[in-house]
């Protein structure tokens, strides 16, 4: 089945510091998403990326869609203290019965202020 | 707006019991999921339902079943625990088209 490649696994930063974290994939997605999941949550969705290519910003995050729609990537900038969580890539074609989501592992990440 | 409804929060069972895990929406999304999360491994997917009266296996389905009778409602079902099964369980809805899924806050069950 399909696989969602995510690194790195884990990161330890200061705060203020910027952040990047990429997604790869065997094959091809017509939609990647990013996700964050806090403690005892259940995941967030924090930016959609639908267009090969595709750069979007939310705040201090920026996410792009790869060209060869087999990745994708997500930057923080100026990290602070509530930007830690774990945060998925995830993976998504629509149509019959592929409108399902594909996920990484997952990048956990810890600020240190 | 209560959003995707997750019970129970925390449930501890013996190997052999059953029980059923609860996931209600109140958005009137056609897409209800199922996923596990383990340590790892990231979310997977065990089952899903693209409306009332159709669900599909994802990609764990092994010693879980699913019904969707109502829009609302997507109960996950294990017929007899085992520890394997320890992880824990989103539920997560989406709306036809729409670009991303809403998860709940998940069930932490422990077979023991």
């Known amino acids: 089945g399909q696989q969602l490649n995510q690194s790195p696994q884990s990161m330890f930063i200061q705060e203020g510091e910027d952040v990047s974290m990429n997604c790869t994939s065997s094959?091809?997605?017509?939609?990647w998403l990013w996700y964050k999941q806090d403690p005892g949550e259940g995941p967030v969705l924090l930016i959609a990326?639908?267009?090969?290519?595709e750069l979007t910003s939310n705040g201090r995050l920026t996410a792009q869609f790869g060209i060869t729609r087999k990745d994708s990537f997500l930057n923080i900038s100026a990290s602070i203290p509530s930007d830690v969580g774990i945060y998925f890539c995830?993976?998504?074609?629509?149509?019959?019965?592929?409108?399902?989501?594909?996920f990484g592992k997952g990048t956990k990440l810890s600020v240190k202020p | 707006n209560a959003g995707v409804t997750q019970t129970p929060k925390f449930q501890v069972l013996k190997t052999g019991q059953s029980m059923t895990l609860q996931c209600a929406q109140d958005?009137?999304?056609?897409?209800m999921s199922w996923y596990r999360q383990d340590p790892g491994m990231g979310l997977r997917l065990i089952h899903y339902?693209?409306?009332?009266?159709?669900?599909d296996q994802g990609e764990v389905p092994n010693g879980y079943n699913v019904s969707r009778s109502t829009t609302e409602d997507f109960p996950l079902r294990l017929l007899s625990a085992a520890p394997s099964q320890t992880s824990v369980y989103f539920c997560?809805?989406?709306?036809?088209?729409?670009?991303?899924?809403?998860f709940g806050s998940g069930t932490r069950l422990t077979v023991v």
């Open positions: 997560a809805s989406r709306v036809k088209g729409g670009l991303g899924y809403t």
């Open positions: 094959s091809i997605f017509n939609t």
């Open positions: 990326l639908y267009k090969a290519g």
């Open positions: 995830a993976g998504l074609n629509y149509g019959g019965s592929q409108g399902n989501l594909i």
């Open positions: 958005m009137n999304h056609e897409y």
């Open positions: 339902s693209v409306g009332a009266g159709i669900t």
